[in-house]
């Protein structure tokens, strides 16, 4: 490899960096604050105590202050690990393989960006649920549900993620061109509402384990255990609990996550490339 070349490849490598830093966490943060109230509701669907119990209809922002200071690090986070991922492996990986490197990239950025996620989810849902915990959260409950929702996130990551590359891919083919951000917020906004609709059951486990009271052990608070629970309860219907407001907030979350972000990821690029070129 020349100097030039590494030089090149280390640009590039610092692009997506500073775009998927940039614009992972606005998109991020735009979508979980507009689309805030579907996300209770869904919550409060999903809830052992009831929707109704769970607050109904009323205080559909609950919860919201720490979602604002925690979706534009998670989001960012995720997006680093997804595009730095397919930056480095890609060109060296024949394209017949591509699919299966999305799918690795969405798990390994689903795990990392979880370890923030997580904690902003527990607050989130017990406020949501109107859930008055005493003292403060430790440590341990923050991250109950960790691994719940790392199995609820990588599947849908891993459908999602891999369908939004192979939807922008087959209709840029199809008109011959570029595909424009609008283009690919719709694409986002498909590959969504089916990985929303494939990964609900998984959902309502997550966001019981997270609902559950403190005292509760972790052995109880397994998705086999609470799947099993859930289905004796509510029978087949709910397992899919939540889906409505789910579907909605996922697939308008979609349209505008990926809207915004291929949105953001042009004009960070604009910025950094007309930074290199005056220097």
């Known amino acids: 490899m020349t100097k030039s070349e590494g030089r090149t490849e280390g640009t590039n490598v610092q692009n997506v960096f500073v775009t998927s830093l940039i614009a992972g966490g606005a ?56 595009e730095e991922i397919k930056t480095i492996t890609q060109p060296k990986i024949s394209a017949k393989y591509h699919t299966i490197v999305h799918m690795g990239a969405a798990t390994l950025g689903e795990m990392v960006a979880c370890l923030i996620r997580v904690p902003v989810e527990v607050m989130k849902q017990r406020k949501q649920a109107l859930i008055h915990d005493k003292g403060s959260l ?47 917020a719709i694409c986002g906004a498909i590959s969504g509402s089916i990985s929303a609709t494939v990964t609900t059951p998984l959902d309502v486990a997550k966001t019981r384990i997270m609902l559950a009271n403190r ?36 697939t308008l979350g979609g349209f505008i996550f990926f809207g915004v972000y291929e949105e953001a990821k042009v004009l960070t690029k604009n910025i950094f490339n007309a930074k290199i070129i005056t220097m």
């Not at 929707?51 to 997006?79: D, E, M, R, W």
């Open 215 to 250: 005292t509760m052990l972790s052995s109880q608070l397994t998705i086999i255990n609470v799947l099993h629970e859930i289905y004796i309860e509510n029978g087949f219907r709910g397992l899919f609990a939540g889906l409505g407001p789910r579907l909605m907030w996922i």
């Open 27 to 82: 998109a991020g943060t735009f979508v979980d604050v507009t689309l805030y109230p579907l996300d209770t509701l869904k919550t409060r669907l999903q809830s052992m105590q009831g929707f109704l119990k769970a607050g109904g209809f009323t205080g559909l922002y609950k919860g919201i202050c720490p979602v604002i200071i925690g979706s534009a690090p998670t989001a960012a986070l995720f997006f680093l690990t997804y």
């Open 138 to 184: 430790d440590l341990k409950l923050l991250y109950r549900g960790y691994w719940s929702t790392v199995l609820r996130d990588t599947p849908f990551s891993i459908v999602q993620f891999p369908l939004w590359e192979r939807l922008k891919k087959f209709y840029s083919f199809y008109i011959k061109r570029e595909i424009y951000p609008m283009e690919s």
